[in-house]
């Protein structure tokens, strides 16, 4: 049905969208409706936006509930920072540089303590030669495992992620067929793994490995440069943002949750929210996978119980205030310890005196349910061992956030249960970064999935999506 068939239907009016959640997947759905002339409601449960990356106040610091980070190929999130006025906020490293902490075999007793420091970088040339150099000078793995790493790197580069049979292969066994030790999975492929997918080589998809190391490191020499917030996500996610919408024209609607959604005879939308109604020609419902399975109605998707067979692997951290200056560094990576990254969070969450580190702890099934007093048993020894200066500091606070549906687990097979933007109802689509987007549970894959189920209702409405935002992937 046409854009006007619709306007003529809901009174001569512009046609009107419904977008269910606010996190980034919501957020761009909404702005992107918006800027093609659309009338937006969002509806959010919570009582801010963001999503999974937001900020909540501790006494006197503003913390984030995790350590979100971002590459130069992340095209889209680039593209919604531009948009909500915050790119200056978030910035990127010029290039690529990894500090790589090896504590294995480390004495805090010993004078100094067994500690090796090796840096993932790049230098200023063209894929592959871009990091050649780092490769070959990479203490953590022998000069055999560098040989046989840079072959298995050449190898995945000639993979193609679309390929539907990769989807059903796992990584590490991938790895181990080609010539990997579990000190090279350890020290290399489960260092940029964990972090990127939330889940270790060995429980990825080959596709979805293949298309992260391809498009990070062996495609644009860039590519994999890292960005971080150097505010609170809060400010970017949830302030800027409403902004962003305010000024759009989007009628932004918190603490209002959905509690059924109906299809008229007229082929519109009906929702009911918070005990009250509200009808719209298009509707996105851009929440987690197993809420989208309680809200869809009968019909919308050919195989709708692949939305609760799409598991979810969970992410913690561990937050420490200490009394003084413990790291030099913005960030770091350890090997041979419990403690996978380390970011020095101080500035941003407006601590004056001291500093603040978050230790951020991927595919954490073993950890996410541990007691306080157990994760702090286990994580200040070890932050001791791998940072001198932290021996003798006082530590002010320790406290923990855990999401435990953090990201849909990235399994062999997950590809097939991702479901695109459209639905069989006409009007109906899904946004969020664990529908089919081709990328991992990233902030990346969110405002991806938010786009294209905009532009979908778009097309469907007869109106002429803007031209691409930002670049696909390569």
């Not at 006494?59 to 200056?88: E, P």
């Not at 500690?115 to 200023?124: A, I, N, Y």
């Not at 932050?383 to 062999?412: C, I």
């Amino acid at each position: 049905m046409s854009s006007q068939d619709r306007d003529a239907r809901a009174g001569g009016g512009p046609a009107s969208a419904l977008v269910v959640g606010g996190g980034l997947a919501g957020i761009t759905a909404a702005l992107s409706l918006a800027d093609a002339g659309l009338q937006v409601t969002l509806a959010e449960g919570r009582p801010r936006l963001g999503g999974l990356a937001f900020s909540f106040t501790r006494g006197a610091l503003t913390v984030d509930n995790g350590q979100h980070v971002y590459l130069r190929c992340c095209t889209a999130y680039r593209w919604f920072l531009d948009r909500i006025g915050a790119a200056a906020l978030a910035p990127l490293q010029d290039r690529l540089d990894i500090p790589v902490l090896d504590a294995a075999g480390a004495d805090p007793a010993a004078r100094h303590h067994g500690l090796r420091l090796g840096r993932l970088r790049r230098d200023p040339l063209p894929v592959p030669l871009h990091l050649g150099r780092s490769l070959a000078a990479y203490p953590h793995l022998s000069f055999a495992e560098r040989l046989k790493a840079g072959r298995a790197a050449f190898a995945l580069r000639a993979l193609d992620p679309a390929d539907p049979a990769l989807d059903g292969q796992d990584f590490g066994s991938w790895l181990a067929a080609h010539g990997q030790s579990p000190r090279a999975v350890e020290a290399l492929w489960d260092l940029v793994a964990v972090a990127t997918l939330n889940a270790r080589a060995r429980d990825c998809s080959l596709a979805l490995a293949a298309m992260v190391f391809r498009t990070g490191l062996l495609t644009d020499p860039g590519a994999a440069d890292i960005g971080w917030a150097r505010v609170p996500l809060g400010e970017l996610h949830d302030e800027r943002a409403r902004r962003a919408l305010d000024a759009a024209g989007v009628r932004t609607e918190l603490r209002t949750r959905v509690q059924s959604l109906t299809r008229g005879d007229d082929g519109r939308w009906s929702a009911e929210l918070s005990g009250r109604r509200i009808e719209a020609d298009a509707l996105v419902l851009a929440v987690p996978q197993h809420e989208t399975h309680a809200l869809l109605p009968p019909g919308a998707l050919d195989r709708p119980g692949d939305l609760l067979a799409l598991d979810t692997a969970p992410i913690l951290n561990v937050h420490v205030v200490y009394d003084r200056r413990v790291l030099r560094q913005p960030f770091f990576a350890a090997l041979g310890s419990p403690v996978q990254w380390v970011f020095d969070r101080t500035e941003a969450s407006g601590l004056t005196e001291g500093q603040y580190l978050a230790v951020s702890q991927s595919a954490a099934q073993d950890e996410i349910d541990l007691p306080v007093a157990e994760l702090r048993a286990r994580y200040l020894p070890e932050l001791q061992r791998l940072l001198p200066a932290a021996r003798g500091a006082g530590v002010r606070d320790f406290f923990v956030t855990r999401e435990r549906t953090a990201t849909f687990a990235p399994a062999p097979g997950s590809g097939l249960l991702r479901p695109g933007a459209r639905t069989r109802l006409d009007g109906l689509y899904l946004a969020g970064a664990w529908t089919a987007t081709g990328w991992p549970a990233t902030m990346e894959s969110a405002v991806r999935s938010g786009v294209r189920a905009a532009e979908a209702a778009l097309v469907s409405l007869g109106r002429r999506p803007r031209e691409r935002l930002f670049e696909e992937a390569a």
